[in-house]
């Protein structure tokens, strides 16, 4: 048997209002956002083969830059076999914006 004392703690109390950290709620009313367009960044556009159109003529047309008529190519490969063979009414997908 020890004779130690032991701690008394009977007369020991808390109180906990709350565990949740108290924070002040953000303020959020001079934020705003607009998109104009996802299209550039996205792509999946179309563009539907007019009479006298060329590969080069379209992504001029459709992306601003003649030189990126080998993209319209490449997106297109599963309908086109020659990039000089595309006739009206034909539908081509887009490649994004750069």
Known sequence: ???????????V????DTTAEKV????FSGV???VDTTAEKVGGGTYTVQKGD????????ELGDANAW???FDANKDVLDDPDKIFPGQVLKLPPKT
């Open 1 to 11: 048997m020890s004779t130690d004392k032991k701690a008394d703690f009977s007369g």
């Open 13 to 16: 109390s808390a109180k906990v």
């Open 24 to 27: 002040e709620k953000a303020d």
């Open 32 to 34: 705003t956002a607009s």
């Open 54 to 61: 060329s590969l080069s003529r379209i992504a001029k047309q």
């Open 70 to 72: 080998k993209k319209i």
